[in-house]
């Protein structure tokens, strides 16, 4: 674009303020605490974004105390996994238990029955990525981890 072209632009901003990417400020996000039905301990959820239509992604940034962890459950188109910060914990339904450190990214399969969370002793930080089926349903919770599934030893640390 040329000169001219740059000097239509602050017209248009003014005209159609909704055609600009939206800036969401860290401030003005409100915390939340996961509910107990979703989680044993405490887990923090920060909303990234919730994409509007006909985009469906959606990401959130998870905090798990130590010891805190999801319920089962399993997300219709799957989900990705980043982790940022601590050690924490990553299970699939009959598999491995399995330890995740900052940098590592664990892909979920839609509908693969699964948990994630922090270490015993160590918090950790995770985004989660993943998509609105056609109903707008993201995740489908089950029972709680329990301890016994919990405390088994890693297979990797
Ligand atoms: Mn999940």
Redesign the pocket.
């Known amino acids: 674009m040329g000169p001219e072209g740059w000097g239509r632009v602050p017209l248009l901003y003014v005209l159609l303020p909704e055609a600009f990417m939206e800036v969401h400020r860290s401030r003005a996000v409100r915390t939340t605490r996961l509910p107990d039905d979703w989680a044993t301990g405490t887990g923090w959820l920060d909303r990234i974004v919730e994409a509007p239509a006909p985009a469906r992604v959606h990401a959130v940034r998870l905090t798990f105390e130590p010891g805190a962890r ?1 319920a089962w ?1 399993k ?1 219709p188109l799957g ?1 990705t996994l980043h982790v940022l910060l601590g050690v924490g914990r990553v299970q699939s339904r009959g598999g491995p238990l399995r330890a995740i450190v900052p940098g590592d990214t664990v892909w ?1 399969a839609p509908n693969e029955e ?1 948990w ?1 969370g922090a270490a015993p002793e160590t918090a950790m930080v995770h985004l ?1 990525i993943y998509e609105a089926d056609e109903d707008g349903s993201t995740t489908i919770w089950l029972e709680h981890v329990s301890d016994a599934e919990y405390r088994a030893p890693p297979r990797d640390r």
């Open positions: 999801t459950h997300h989900q979920i699964h994630h989660a």
